[in-house]
């Protein structure tokens, strides 16, 4: 008999690279009924003055013309049905892709969208990148909780931005966690863990693009294993690891003059 797939709502932030095809591959083994551009002040798209400050204009203007080619493939892909890029350009498009409810919320810890995942009464909720701490009201209503991938391997590099520390520290070693979310930043318990080698990279994309791969496998890799009744979570020792912050003017400078660059 066929397992029955998990009712799921997927909470990130806008992303036309990486997060499409994730959501894609997890669509193959759960019910995704929601995709949330979680558009909070932290989130990328608000932080653009900051990203100029960090890598200067010619780095950002560099990633803008590679945004907007991906911005056109989006509308090719939209108007073929997306029979020409799957619904990998864009996160609006890998929800219609899925037949999935698309939506933008602010703060997804108002009352209003709580109120809303309890009338949907998902099973899991899932996090790409969602720009949000998510309080305990919100943690509390998925029968399994709430998952989190982070672009590290966990405890270490806990907080912000790790493609550019793991770059600006030269880590060698890079990975991906699948962690349960809880009040706190990325202290839940570890579900998956994946490594991958980040020895040969010299921008912050191609950091992001092997982390997000991997990390997109290892939530594939955990909600199989709930739907299994497999998943063993361990204990996320957070006192054994790092927590980061957004970088200084000073780091960002110093990220620069080491040959580092965004893209």
């Given at each position: 008999m066929e397992?029955?797939?998990l009712?799921?709502?997927?909470?990130?932030?806008?992303?036309?690279?990486?997060i499409?095809?994730?959501?894609?591959?997890?669509?193959?083994?759960?019910?995704?009924?929601?995709?949330v551009?979680?558009?909070?002040?932290s989130?990328?798209?608000?932080?653009?003055?900051?990203?100029?400050?960090?890598?200067?204009?010619?780095?950002c203007?560099?990633?803008?013309?590679?945004?907007?080619?991906?911005?056109?493939?989006?509308?090719?892909?939209?108007?073929?049905?997306?029979?020409?890029?799957?619904?990998q350009?864009?996160?609006?498009?890998?929800?219609?892709?899925l037949?999935?409810?698309?939506?933008?919320?602010?703060?997804?810890n108002?009352a209003e969208y709580?109120?809303?995942?309890?009338?949907?009464?998902?099973?899991?909720?899932?996090s790409y990148?969602?720009?949000?701490?998510?309080?305990?009201?919100?943690?509390?209503?998925?029968?399994?909780?709430?998952?989190?991938?982070h672009g590290?391997?966990?405890?270490?590099?806990?907080?912000?931005?790790?493609?550019?520390?793991?770059?600006?520290?030269?880590?060698?070693?890079?990975?991906?966690?699948?962690?349960?979310m809880?009040?706190?930043?990325?202290?839940?318990?570890?579900?998956v863990?994946?490594?991958?080698?980040?020895?040969?990279?010299?921008?912050?994309?191609?950091?992001?693009?092997?982390?997000?791969?991997?990390?997109?496998?290892?939530?594939?890799?955990?909600?199989?294993?709930?739907?299994?009744?497999t998943?063993?979570?361990?204990?996320?020792?957070t006192?054994?690891?790092?927590?980061?912050?957004?970088?200084?003017?000073?780091?960002?400078?110093?990220f620069?003059?080491?040959?580092?660059?965004?893209?």
């Amino acid at each position: 008999m066929e397992e029955k797939k998990l009712k799921v709502i997927v909470l990130t932030q806008k992303d036309g690279f990486f997060i499409p095809a994730n959501i894609l591959k997890a669509g193959k083994v759960c019910n995704i009924v929601e995709v949330v551009n979680n558009q909070a002040k932290s989130s990328l798209d608000n932080k653009i003055s900051d990203m100029v400050r960090w890598f200067g204009f010619f780095q950002c203007a560099k990633m803008g013309v590679k945004t907007c080619a991906r911005k056109f493939s989006d509308l090719v892909d939209r108007a073929s049905g997306y029979r020409r890029f799957g619904g990998q350009c864009s996160v609006e498009s890998a929800a219609r892709k899925l037949g999935a409810e698309y939506r933008t919320v602010t703060n997804v810890n108002s009352a209003e969208y709580v109120a809303h995942v309890r009338d949907v009464r998902p099973d899991l909720i899932i996090s790409y990148s969602a720009p949000q701490v998510i309080k305990p009201e919100l943690l509390g209503v998925p029968r399994y909780g709430v998952l989190n991938v982070h672009g590290a391997l966990l405890p270490d590099y806990r907080g912000c931005f790790p493609s550019f520390w793991y770059l600006y520290n030269g880590e060698k070693l890079g990975g991906a966690t699948v962690h349960y979310m809880s009040a706190a930043i990325d202290d839940g318990d570890i579900c998956v863990q994946r490594s991958v080698d980040i020895s040969d990279c010299r921008t912050m994309f191609e950091v992001m693009g092997r982390t997000k791969l991997v990390g997109g496998e290892a939530m594939v890799e955990a909600i199989e294993r709930i739907t299994n009744g497999t998943l063993t979570p361990r204990k996320n020792h957070t006192e054994e690891g790092r927590y980061f912050t957004w970088p200084t003017t000073e780091q960002a400078r110093d990220f620069r003059k080491q040959g580092k660059k965004l893209v």
